[in-house]
Nanobody, 126 residues
Framework: QVQLVESGGGLVQAGGSLRLSCTAS????????MGWFRQAPGKEREFVAA????????SYSDSVKGRFTIARDNSKNTLYLQMNSLKPEDTAVYYC???????????????????WGQGTQVTVSS
């Protein structure tokens, strides 16, 4: 089992930037897929971005493509999400997720990830 701890959330004005971090410990797999999801009040958890997919790919939801960047530093066991040009609709609790295998693009869904962090709140004011 992997333990995940997110940090970096906060309050930011629209158009601003934040960088989320997720530090992994325990039984980590440097080549396995990791991702970010988010959940706004009253809504279901939704996919944001994933890394280390099949053929070393990354994937982003259409709503964040071009604004968010996912990255990973295996030497630090840390996953990042750089969020630029933030919008009020990006407001949500952001969760880091990990699995012990390499996912396909169609598997970028919450049910295919095994381990989850506790979440970090991101609030974007208009």
């Amino acid at each position: 089992q992997v333990q995940l701890v997110e940090s970096g959330g906060g309050l930011v004005q629209a158009g601003g930037s934040l960088r989320l971090s997720c530090t992994a410990s325990g039984r980590t797999f440097s080549r396995a897929s990791m991702g970010w999801f988010r959940q706004a009040p009253g809504k279901e958890r939704e996919f944001v971005a994933a890394i280390n997919l099949i053929a070393a790919g990354t994937s982003y939801s259409d709503s964040v493509k071009g604004r968010f960047t996912i990255a990973r530093d295996n030497s630090k066991n840390t996953l990042y999400l750089q969020m630029n040009s933030l919008k009020p609709e990006d407001t949500a609790v952001y969760y880091c997720a990990a699995t012990n295998r390499i996912l396909t693009y169609s598997e970028c869904q919450a049910k295919f990830f095994d381990s989850w962090g506790q979440g970090t709140q991101v609030t974007v004011s208009s």
